[in-house]
């Protein structure tokens, strides 16, 4: 499912044109891995600060392969424990939906831990990412919109998808703020969000069963499969996609430069 995921989530920091220009702050970087995958998928040796309000996080992100120089702090998003300007960029990567309190507060200090013409990037899901849950898109052809509205809303919650906004109200937030936009790019088409969640869904988490199996051949032949359809899938979905038929967007936002 997050290998699913994160395919196209890079693929989205390459088709940007993103640059980790130290020093970095990787907001809510949970155990690194995205952090670590970032950095080899852009070139970049650029040591990363790592935030997260769950300390059991660090502790993992700690023992993460290509994490060695991160200086790690527990610390939450709304109470950044550096000083203004301590940052050229700021990333966060699927976490601004789960601020279910002080998102406002929150991309106040992204911009108050930038340098002037900082850049902030970061990917959250769309308006539209509900909407194609697979039980969602089933109960709606199943003429029940009453039960599909409460499906979705009781999978947000679950999965703490609390800011599901348009990149419009994304932009006036942003302003708010004062970060402009610069850039996005949708990465997820919605026909491919029903998929996910099918993965998502606990029944079909194939690989938790395979650990039941401890036969080596089984776990490379599933993951021999595993490469094979994603990478088909990869290869003929558009590295851009309009934001009406996105599931989740990356927006790139700076600090303007200082008057």
């Known amino acids: 499912m997050m290998s699913f995921f994160h395919g ?36 970049s040796e650029t040591p990363l600060f790592g935030a997260d309000v769950a300390l059991d996080a660090l502790q993992r992100a700690r023992r993460t392969k290509g994490s060695d120089g991160r200086r790690l702090v527990g610390a939450s998003a709304a109470a950044l424990p550096f000083a203004d300007g301590t940052f050229q960029v700021v990333m966060a990567n699927a976490v601004l939906e789960s601020i279910e309190h002080g998102l406002a507060e929150s991309l106040d200090e992204v911009a108050r831990v930038l340098v002037p013409g900082g850049t902030f990037i970061f990917t959250v899901p769309t308006h539209r990412f509900g909407e194609y849950y697979w039980i969602t898109r089933l109960l709606m052809r199943l003429g029940m919109p009453e039960r599909a509205r409460a499906y979705t809303a009781r999978m947000d919650r679950r999965m703490t998808n609390f800011n599901c906004l348009t990149p419009e109200r994304w ?16 990465f997820l088409p919605t026909s491919w969000v029903t998929p996910w969640s099918l993965l998502a869904w606990t ?41 009406d038929a996105c599931g989740y967007i990356l927006i790139v936002a700076g600090r303007p430069h200082a008057r």
């Open 171 to 186: 932009s006036e937030m942003l302003h708010q703020a004062g970060l402009e936009v610069r850039n996005w790019v949708g």
């Open 8 to 43: 196209f989530e890079l693929r989205a920091y390459q088709t940007a044109g993103a640059r980790l220009t130290p020093p970095v702050l990787d907001l809510g970087c949970d155990d690194g891995t995205f952090g670590a995958m970032l950095k080899e998928t852009l070139g």
């Open 203 to 243: 029944p079909f988490r194939v690989n938790g069963f395979l650990k039941l199996i401890p036969f080596r051949p089984v776990h490379r032949a599933a993951a021999a499969a595993q490469r094979l359809l994603m990478g088909r899938i990869y290869r003929n979905t558009p590295a851009h996609t309009p934001p």
